[in-house]
């Protein structure tokens, strides 16, 4: 079975770090696009960052730039998303994603492969 699985995800106060991670099962990361999404209570979801399968190129959006960083374990099979110096604003459940075409993936926000989501809290 093909799936992804996120864990690491919890409640933190502001200025706290957290390390989620995207393992994933049944098919090999590293011919993958990979993008870290969110989605915040009443909110559209969010692209986080995408990384390309090479690993070579990872963009972030914006709001988390300098924060968050991306990195990949080829023997694990995953992808982490390190988040420091966290703020309210980063409360969401966080996904992450896999395609193996990188405009579908980061650009369109669509992909063959989903995890289930991890929720992160930020709040004193």
């Known amino acids: 079975q093909l799936q992804l699985v996120e864990s690491g995800g919890g409640l933190v106060q502001p200025g706290g770090s957290l390390r989620l991670s995207c393992a994933a099962s049944?098919?090999?990361?590293?011919?993958?696009?990979i993008g870290w999404f969110r989605q915040a209570p009443g909110k559209e979801r969010e692209g986080v960052s995408c990384?390309?399968?090479?690993?070579?190129?990872?963009n972030y959006v914006k709001s988390v730039k300098g924060r968050f960083t991306v990195s990949r374990d080829n023997a694990k099979n995953t992808v982490y998303l390190q988040m420091n110096s966290l703020k309210p604003e980063d409360t969401a459940v966080y996904y992450c994603?896999?395609?193996?075409?990188?405009?579908?993936?980061?650009?369109?926000?669509?992909?063959?492969?989903w995890g289930q989501g991890t929720q992160v809290t930020v709040s004193s």
């Open positions: 990384t390309s399968s090479s690993g070579d190129n990872t």
């Open positions: 994603a896999a395609d193996n075409n990188y405009a579908k993936l980061c650009v369109s926000l669509r992909a063959d492969y």
């Open positions: 049944g098919f090999t990361l590293d011919y993958y696009a």
